[in-house]
């Protein structure tokens, strides 16, 4: 599932507004309907808030925009899967340092 399914599903489930959601994280309704059109994209700041808004678990969330992050920046790209590797690796390496 990719990040606005998700946030469009949740605030369905819970009979939610948009304004609803776009009151309880300080922000107009617009930007809500494009975040879960996928027009644009929540800040760290947003799916914080988003993950108390929902009931989401918070891990969960960043987990999904972090991989849109990582998705949108190598889609595309034909040596993306083995840049996807080496980032890995460098993470886990200074994750033991």
């Known amino acids: 599932m990719i990040l606005s399914e998700l946030l469009k599903s949740k605030r369905e489930t819970k009979n939610l507004l948009l304004r609803e959601v776009a009151s309880m994280i300080d922000t107009d309704t617009a930007l ?40 949108e920046d190598v889609k595309g790209e034909e040596l993306a899967i083995d840049a996807i590797k080496i980032a890995l690796k460098r993470i886990k390496t200074e994750e033991k340092n």
């Open 32 to 71: 809500i309907s494009k975040i879960e059109k996928g027009d644009r994209k929540p800040t760290r700041e947003q799916i914080d808030k988003l993950a108390i808004a929902l009931d989401i678990e918070h891990s969960k969330l960043l987990k999904l925009w972090l991989s849109e992050k990582v998705y």
